[in-house]
């Protein structure tokens, strides 16, 4: 990053941190803003400082987050589809999607699969994962779930749904 832009992304990230402080949003540190602000930037075709509207959902996965287009619908619902927001609007997205998605544990989704595991040995067959993943919630094409499902199977069909769902969650 040349010398000039780091001062602009300095002053950027000062502004923010003001902004933050008097919105009494959670503070984050000058390099996670840093870091913030450029993966948004990737996405800024004209170099205004501003993402499209239906970038969203694409800027916060670069950001290691998963919102479900439901999730970005609701944040974006507001903006006309051709409209593009500046980073100072696209923070608190950010911001609410990352509050909101840490509620969900290894464990809850655990929980909720355990429920089909009829005999309690820890898996179930890959076809009823296939037809859950691709049924309901956030419905996966059947392309997205075979990804997912790629060295899982056992010999019998079955997988391990503990080790599924830690597998997905942790990468």
């Known amino acids: ?5 780091q001062y602009a992304v300095k002053n950027d990230v000062q502004f923010i941190q003001m902004y933050m402080m008097n919105a009494h949003h959670a503070s984050y540190s000058e390099d996670q803003l840093a870091e913030f602000q450029e993966a948004f930037q990737l ?3 004209r170099g205004d ?3 499209h509207v239906t970038q969203i959902g694409d800027a916060l996965r670069a950001l290691g ?3 479900t ?3 970005v619908k609701k944040f974006t619902q ?3 589809p051709d409209e593009r927001i500046s980073f100072e609007v696209f923070l608190p997205i950010y911001q609410a999607i990352s509050k909101g998605r840490s509620s969900d544990t290894a464990d809850d ?3 909720g699969l355990r429920h089909f595991d009829k005999d309690g040995s820890g898996f179930i067959s890959s076809a009823e994962l296939r037809h859950l993943l691709s049924t309901l919630g956030e419905k996966l094409t059947d392309e997205e779930v075979e990804q997912l499902l790629v060295g899982q199977e056992d010999s019998q069909g079955n997988i391990n749904y503990e080790e599924f769902v ?3 969650m942790c990468g």
Do not use: L, T
């Open 1 to 5: 990053m040349s010398e000039k832009r």
């Open 43 to 45: 996405f800024d075709s």
């Open 49 to 51: 400082g501003k993402i």
């Open 65 to 67: 987050q998963n919102p």
């Open 69 to 71: 287009e439901s999730d």
């Open 78 to 80: 507001q903006h006309k």
């Open 109 to 111: 989704f655990i929980e």
């Open 166 to 168: 830690r597998m997905v």
